[in-house]
């Protein structure tokens, strides 16, 4: 694993850092502290004892406030510890609900236009689809398994490092056919319907809208006139690449067993399964769910559909 790989993974820094302050919480319980209270006991004694004498021998001593004073000194944690056993439930709680529960992650491009906007800040389920070990994401319990329609984050299979979030177009078994900017799934014609064009914020264009129904779901995408279907020389080698077959008008992909085809809404401006093939089931983060903030737009709060 290279250091590119180590920086981009969140998990893995926060589960060092759960484990480093882990360990010296749990040196500071079962040792450290009972180390620093025994000197503190033998400390205390020979004080008393000092003051016993002092007081046998007619001199009177404020021992409440010195003894005080002597016990909480030798009591007190050092810094690094301190701040040890401060950090560690505050990073495991985080760990915790980053790994198994929801995870967030902010939209970085347009491939997913109109559904979701550069800016949005959004919520990953990690639990939808199976419980996954941290770090090195296996799947250890299976729950559900991604259907057509879903937006879902997963590992790009060419850069694990990296995060993206396209729309599950196809599941194992599934025949994807995208012939002239229209899908067909197991030879079934998906159903568009032509809504209002769409202002391209970034390029100051409007882009065609339609409703798009994935067998029973229903969600906007975008397409630009001015595009061709795909981009023949964009497509890179990929494994399971014998599954599909390109035409200079569209292509006819066949998703194998532990894969899913992804797409982006923004039809022509994604990087998507179209030009590197299939992702694995183990490359799966989560199922997005619901955008929790846009600074730039806080009506985007809500729902992902």
């Not at 701040?83 to 997913?112: D, Q, T, W």
């Not at 990296?162 to 002239?180: A, F, L, M, W």
């Not at 023949?232 to 067993?257: I, L, M, Q």
Request: aromatic share 12%; glycine share 6%; charged share 20%.
């Amino acid at each position: 694993m290279n250091l590119q790989v180590i920086l981009g993974n969140f998990a893995l820094i926060l589960f060092v850092l759960m484990v480093i302050t882990g360990v010296i919480w749990c040196l500071d319980v079962f040792y450290l502290a009972k180390q620093r209270r025994a000197a503190a006991n033998r400390a205390l004694a020979e004080y008393d004892a000092r003051a016993a004498k002092a007081t046998a021998d007619g001199i009177k001593l404020d021992n409440q406030g010195k003894r005080a004073q002597i016990e909480a000194d030798l009591l007190r944690q050092p810094t690094w510890i301190e701040y040890s056993g401060s950090f560690f439930p505050v990073i495991a709680l985080v760990f915790v609900l980053r790994s198994f529960l929801y995870e967030p992650f902010k939209i970085p491009s347009s491939s997913m236009v109109p559904t979701l906007l550069v800016g949005d800040l959004i919520l990953v389920n990690k639990f939808t689809y199976g419980i996954r070990l941290p770090v090195i994401n296996k799947k250890v319990i299976q729950i559900n398994d991604p259907q057509r329609g879903d937006v879902m984050v997963f590992k790009y299979p060419m850069d694990m490092s990296q995060d993206y979030i396209k729309r599950v177009v196809g599941v194992p078994g599934d025949k994807i056919t995208y012939e002239n900017k229209r899908l067909t799934v197991n030879g079934v014609e998906v159903k568009y319907t032509a809504l209002d064009d769409y202002l391209n914020d970034e390029k100051l264009v409007y882009n065609k809208q339609y409703e798009e129904n994935l067998t029973g779901v229903s969600h906007r995408i975008l397409n630009d006139e001015t595009q061709s279907t795909y981009r023949r020389e964009g497509v890179y080698p990929f494994p399971h690449s014998e599954n599909c077959s390109y035409r200079s008008d569209g292509f006819t992909c066949v998703v194998p067993a532990g894969n899913y085809f992804m797409m982006g809404d923004n039809r022509d401006n994604s990087l998507d399964s179209r030009y590197w093939g299939f992702v694995p089931d183990q490359n799966i983060v989560g199922k997005a769910f619901f955008v929790w903030m846009n600074l730039g737009n806080l009506r985007r709060i809500g729902g992902i559909h």
